[in-house]
């Protein structure tokens, strides 16, 4: 079911660490990690779920995403459905009929429309970008803006274009190895300035803040937001929060 978000509604979530904008919608049930903005317009479908930190522009389009923790995706970022075209037909009358009797034909198999998309930690898609159904995107991967993304896209890589192609790899593969090893993403970070703008220094600073036990780990837990026991007859369902 979709829980479509009001001002009303947006504002009882923020103590739950949702931030969201009038007008979107979400799935029910959602599961994510605290805190998580998503601004109006955007829409998430299906199972979806949303690492800590992670921001969904306006007028986002996602079926079936499993995000990591402080994604930045951009406006109009969507996923795309699949059709079967070693079928004798792509079209949908022949797995999922959308229009009703007398103009119903009978379907004759199935077929994944969309499959889950997996996107890291850290990533970055630009505005418009269109993402082909099953899809990995790796940790600290950056899309840019009208980007067609075909195929998985290895950690820490900038690609573009139609269809998307590798432009150049982000950092040094000696620093790469570093963040694997010790994700800055992992940590609660609010009381290190690190020095966001030198990568090689802001690594050096957290993997001593780590080794020296001056930091702990981000662990807020996965929460579900989901509607409860179906209610009195007339009234609204309740929103439950439980365990993920």
Same mark, same amino acid.
């Given at each position: 079911?979709?829980? =479509?978000? %009001?001002? +009303?509604?947006?504002?009882?979530?923020?103590?739950?660490?949702?931030?969201?904008?009038?007008?979107?919608?979400?799935?029910?049930?959602?599961?994510?990690?605290?805190?998580?903005?998503?601004? #109006?317009?955007?829409?998430?479908?299906?199972?979806?779920?949303?690492?800590?930190?992670?921001?969904?522009? =306006?007028?986002?389009?996602?079926?079936?995403?499993? &995000?990591?923790?402080?994604?930045?995706?951009?406006?109009?970022?969507?996923?795309?459905?699949? #059709?079967?075209?070693?079928?004798?037909? /792509?079209? &949908?009358?022949?797995?999922?009929?959308?229009?009703? +009797?007398?103009?119903?034909?009978?379907?004759?198999?199935?077929?994944?429309? #969309?499959?889950?998309?997996?996107?890291? %930690?850290?990533?970055?898609?630009?505005?418009?970008?269109?993402?082909?159904?099953?899809?990995?995107?790796?940790?600290?991967?950056?899309?840019?803006?009208?980007?067609?993304?075909?195929?998985?896209?290895?950690?820490?890589?900038?690609?573009?274009?139609?269809?998307?192609?590798?432009?150049?790899?982000?950092?040094?593969?000696?620093?790469? +190895?570093?963040?694997?090893?010790?994700?800055?993403? %992992?940590?609660?970070?609010? /009381?290190?300035?690190?020095?966001?703008?030198?990568?090689?220094?802001?690594?050096? &600073?957290?993997?001593?803040?780590?080794?020296? %036990?001056?930091?702990?780990?981000?662990?807020?837990?996965?929460?579900?937001?989901?509607?409860?026991?179906?209610?009195? +007859?007339?009234?609204?369902?309740?929103?439950?929060?439980?365990?993920?």
């Amino acid at each position: 079911m979709s829980l =479509p978000i %009001n001002a +009303e509604l947006s504002k009882g979530l923020e103590s739950y660490g949702l931030f969201l904008s009038d007008g979107c919608l979400l799935p029910t049930p959602f599961r994510f990690e605290t805190p998580v903005r998503i601004w #109006h317009s955007a829409q998430l479908h299906a199972s979806c779920s949303v690492g800590a930190y992670t921001s969904i522009s =306006p007028g986002a389009l996602l079926v079936d995403v499993r &995000m990591g923790r402080y994604c930045s995706i951009g406006d109009g970022v969507q996923t795309l459905s699949d #059709h079967p075209a070693d079928w004798f037909t /792509t079209h &949908m009358l022949a797995y999922a009929p959308n229009f009703p +009797e007398p103009y119903r034909h009978q379907s004759v198999g199935q077929f994944p429309s #969309h499959s889950p998309v997996t996107i890291g %930690n850290d990533v970055w898609i630009g505005s418009r970008v269109s993402l082909k159904s099953g899809i990995t995107i790796g940790d600290g991967a950056v899309i840019g803006a009208g980007a067609v993304v075909t195929r998985d896209v290895a950690p820490f890589t900038v690609v573009g274009g139609v269809p998307a192609k590798v432009i150049r790899q982000r950092f040094p593969d000696t620093l790469v +190895e570093r963040i694997r090893a010790c994700p800055w993403w %992992n940590w609660d970070l609010r /009381t290190l300035a690190l020095d966001w703008q030198h990568p090689e220094a802001a690594q050096s &600073m957290l993997e001593e803040a780590v080794a020296e %036990n001056r930091l702990s780990r981000w662990n807020p837990g996965w929460r579900l937001l989901d509607r409860g026991q179906p209610p009195a +007859e007339g009234q609204p369902a309740p929103l439950v929060f439980l365990p993920g």
